[in-house]
Nanobody, 124 residues
């Protein structure tokens, strides 16, 4: 399994970038794609995740109302649309995957597969 994240970069406060995560190597849609982020000097935190099979979606409280996760199982791709970005959203964003389904944002240790991370810097 491989995950390819893209879409990061330098953005201004209030911008609305979209991150993409393309998965390959899964033989069915019975897996989860999650987004995590790690800000400088902070622990990695779960941001959002979606079951690729049934479309269930979960968000961390810190991003509810500003981030939207979506997926296309046929394309094995999930997107994280972010709006109204703040400097405190600056972090390396990782997409990750696990086999099966989840009922919430699990710990990062539950995810077996990880992409390379994409840096999002929110600065004027």
């Amino acid at each position: 399994v491989q995950l390819q994240a893209s879409g990061g970069g330098l953005v201004q406060p209030g911008d609305s970038p979209r991150l993409s995560c393309a998965a390959s190597g899964f033989t069915s849609d019975y897996y989860v794609i999650g987004w995590f982020r790690q800000a400088p000097g902070k622990e990695r935190e779960g941001v959002s995740c979606t079951n690729m099979s049934d479309g269930e979606i979960y968000y961390a409280d810190s991003v509810k109302g500003r981030f939207t996760i979506s997926r296309d199982s046929a394309q094995n791709t999930a997107w994280l649309q972010m709006i109204s970005l703040k400097p405190e959203d600056t972090a390396v964003y990782y997409c990750a995957a696990l086999d099966g389904v989840v009922a919430g944002i699990d710990e990062s240790s539950e995810y077996a597969y990880w992409g390379q991370g994409t840096l999002v810097t929110v600065s004027s």
